[in-house]
């Protein structure tokens, strides 16, 4: 099975902050990754597609780059709904894993 | 507009079966794979099981092979999780996810908690 592992674990930034989180696959999985958004009490939301891919409606904001094994998810300037918790997930092969997720606070 | 509505959850007794359904619209569900994903309290998302637009192809999370089954019924949009010799480690909000092979899963539903306690 492909692991997946996230850092930080958790962060807290300020509004205007341009953060990053990072993402490992324990092997390539090319360009097939995701990037979900989850606020409390709320079902997950697709950020990212594709390693790079912004679905409609999703802020410019928001920015992904990698492939192989090292990806990373950018914020260019944080907003104050940015707030939740982030997931990467590989949809390269089954099981579909998901990585263990960045807890973002703002300040 | 994509709409998934989970329901089934509930408290069940360890040891005990219980059935999920999904009821899609506003796409063309007979021509999409679906997923179930879960995720415990206050844990992270864990991709439980797969099913092919037609309902021939199968797959499932170790944790739950042999005792889960993913089922769909095209002709009535919904899909199914059969969930038999239920443990507390599934206990969960489980998700019912729109989503097809390589992609990403686009389109979740609200969930539907299952608790698994005597």
């Known amino acids: 099975d492909i692991q997946m592992t996230q850092s930080p674990s958790s962060l807290s930034a300020s509004v205007g902050d341009r953060v990053t989180i990072t993402c490992r696959a324990s092997?390539?999985?090319?360009?097939?990754l995701n990037w979900y958004q989850q606020k409390p009490g709320r079902a997950p939301k697709l950020l990212i597609h594709a390693a790079t891919n912004l679905p409609t409606g999703v802020p410019s904001r928001f920015s992904g780059s990698g492939s192989g094994t090292d990806f990373t998810l950018t914020f260019t300037s944080l907003q104050p709904e940015d707030f939740g918790t982030y997931y990467c997930q590989q949809s390269y092969n089954d099981p579909y894993t998901f990585g263990p997720g960045t807890k973002l606070e703002i300040k | 507009q994509v709409q998934l509505v989970e329901s089934g959850g509930g408290v069940v007794q360890p040891g005990r079966s219980l059935r999920l359904s999904c009821a899609a619209s506003?796409?063309?569900?007979?021509?999409?794979?679906m997923h179930w994903v879960r995720q415990a309290p206050g844990k992270g998302l864990e991709w439980v099981a797969f099913?092919?637009?037609?309902?021939?192809?199968?797959y499932y999370a170790n944790s739950v092979k042999g005792r889960v089954s993913i089922s769909r019924d095209n002709s009535r949009n919904t899909l199914y999780l059969q969930m038999n010799s239920l443990r507390s480690e599934d206990t969960a909000v489980y998700y019912c996810?729109?989503?097809?092979?390589?992609?990403?899963?686009?389109?979740w539903g609200q969930g539907t908690l299952v608790t698994v306690s005597s």
């Open positions: 099913t092919s637009y037609d309902g021939f192809t199968e």
């Open positions: 092997q390539s999985i090319k360009h097939y």
């Open positions: 996810v729109k989503g097809q092979p390589g992609g990403p899963f686009d389109n």
């Open positions: 506003g796409f063309m569900f007979s021509s999409y794979a």
